[in-house]
C-alpha cells in the first residue's frame, strides 16, 4: 500500500466517525450534484458516483431519496464550495473544505477554532501546494482483467501510475486528476466495473512528525472544526498514527 492510501485510510476513520454527521454531509453532496446536473442518476453521473458512496458508508436508500426530492425543492438551500487553509499547532498546515449556505456564519466557525488553537487562519490558496488534490475512485476487482494495462489507458485522463489493491475487499483505488472526473468514471463504467466510491480528496504531499500530546491536540481542533454541519472534510499534513 502507498503513502495515499495510509494517509487516506487513517483520515476516513476520522472523517466518517459520527454516522449522522456523515449522512449530513452526504445529502449537502447530493444537492450540489442534483443543482447541477439533474436528479436522474442514469443521466448524471456525479449523482451516480456519490450514490455509490453514500452506498459504501451504509447510508439508507430512503436516505439517498429524501436528499435527492429535497435538493429539487424551490426552498433548498443554496449551497457554495468554500476553502479554508492556515496552519495550526505545532506549524501543522489544515486545509477545510466546507459546503455552506452562509460564509458569513461559516468563517466565524472556523476562525474561531484556529484563535481557540493558537492556529492563523491563511487566505485562500496560501497552503494548496501542500496538498495534492485528486479524484479517488474504488471499484471491485475483475478477474482476467490486467490493472496496468487499464491504468495505462487511464493515464490520458489524468490518473496515476500507482495504484492500491485491498485483496481482503477485492477492490482496487486508483488517483487521478479532478477535472478528469467524469472522464475517469465513464471509462471505468464502460469497461464493466462496479464503482464503490468516488470522491474527491486531498493528500498532503509533505507530512510532518508529530508526538503523541502534539497528535492530541491537533486531534482535538481537527475534532472541532468537523462539528461543525458546513464543514465537509478537514485534512492536515501531519504523519498518520501508526498502528
Known sequence: M???FEYRKAAKLKRW???ARTFTKLGKEIAIAVKAGGPEPENN????????TCKRENMPKDNIQRAIK?????????YKEVTYEGYGPHGIAVFVETLTDNTTRTVGDVRSVFNK??????TQGSLSFLFDHKAVFTFKKKDGIDMDEIILELIDYGVDDEFDVDNEEGE???YGEPTSFGEIQKHLEDNGFEITSAEFTRIPNDLKDVDAEERETIDKMVERLEDFDDVQNVYTNMKPAEE
Not at 45 to 52: D, E, G, Q, Y
Not at 70 to 78: F, P, T, V
Open 70 to 78: 429535497n435538493a429539487m425543492g424551490k426552498d433548498q438551500s443554496e
Open 2 to 4: 502507498g503513502r495515499a
Open 45 to 52: 453521473p456525479r449523482l451516480r458516483a456519490i450514490i455509490a
Open 17 to 19: 466517525g459520527h454516522m
Open 117 to 122: 488553537f493558537n492556529g492563523n487562519l491563511g
Open 172 to 174: 482496487v483505488t486508483i
